[in-house]
């Protein structure tokens, strides 16, 4: 399996297939269904494109997202970024398959959600800014709450 080159990070061995991206993509759905019924969060999500196309989003959300092994920074090492927004195939949206297994629930509920603000517009970029991150991690925790907690 290859390492594909994103805008800021290598990403090893980009996967859509396989019982890790089995379980990824059951989540995905479960957080997708979440989201609609939270409809603080939905109205937050959908500032920039709509309740329309923020709903067509949550419902396919698979086809946004890819499971990386690992993410690499420029060093080498292995990154401390859980998803990266990204042209990296496999989707925009890469998850970090080494360090989403070691979350809570909640922690990765909390990394979904905020990547998808980031495809919608709903939060701007924090690329490598941990002080910005934190505060769009505030954003999400504010505005989609019901989504997070849930079961």
Same mark, same amino acid.
């Not at 517009?121 to 991690?137: C, F």
């Given at each position: 399996?290859?390492?594909?080159?994103?805008?800021?990070? +290598?990403?090893?061995? %980009?996967?859509?297939?396989?019982?890790?991206?089995?379980?990824? !993509?059951?989540?995905? +759905?479960?957080?997708?269904?979440?989201?609609?019924?939270?409809?603080?969060?939905?109205?937050?999500?959908?500032?920039?494109?709509? /309740? $329309?196309?923020? $709903?067509?989003?949550?419902?396919?959300?698979?086809?946004?997202?890819?499971?990386?092994?690992?993410?690499?920074?420029?060093?080498?090492?292995?990154?401390?970024?859980?998803?990266?927004?990204?042209?990296?195939?496999?989707?925009? &949206? /890469? /998850? +970090?398959? !080494?360090?989403?297994?070691?979350?809570?629930?909640?922690?990765?509920?909390?990394?979904? %959600? #905020?990547?998808?603000? #980031?495809?919608?517009?709903?939060?701007?970029?924090?690329?490598?800014?941990?002080?910005?991150?934190?505060?769009?991690?505030?954003? &999400? $925790?504010? +505005?989609?709450?019901?989504?997070?907690?849930?079961?």
């Amino acid at each position: 399996c290859p390492v594909t080159q994103g805008k800021l990070y +290598n990403y090893d061995c %980009i996967q859509k297939t396989g019982p890790n991206w089995s379980v990824l !993509a059951k989540s995905l +759905n479960k957080d997708g269904r979440l989201v609609l019924q939270d409809d603080t969060c939905l109205t937050f999500l959908s500032t920039k494109y709509g /309740i $329309k196309y923020t $709903k067509s989003v949550l419902k396919s959300l698979t086809g946004y997202f890819g499971l990386a092994i690992s993410i690499l920074g420029s060093g080498g090492d292995t990154d401390a970024t859980y998803g990266d927004v990204t042209s990296a195939q496999g989707g925009p &949206i /890469i /998850i +970090n398959e !080494a360090l989403y297994d070691q979350m809570s629930v909640f922690q990765q509920r909390l990394t979904v %959600i #905020h990547e998808i603000a #980031h495809l919608l517009g709903a939060i701007p970029s924090d690329g490598v800014n941990p002080a910005l991150s934190s505060k769009n991690d505030d954003l &999400i $925790k504010t +505005n989609c709450a019901k989504a997070l907690s849930a079961k």
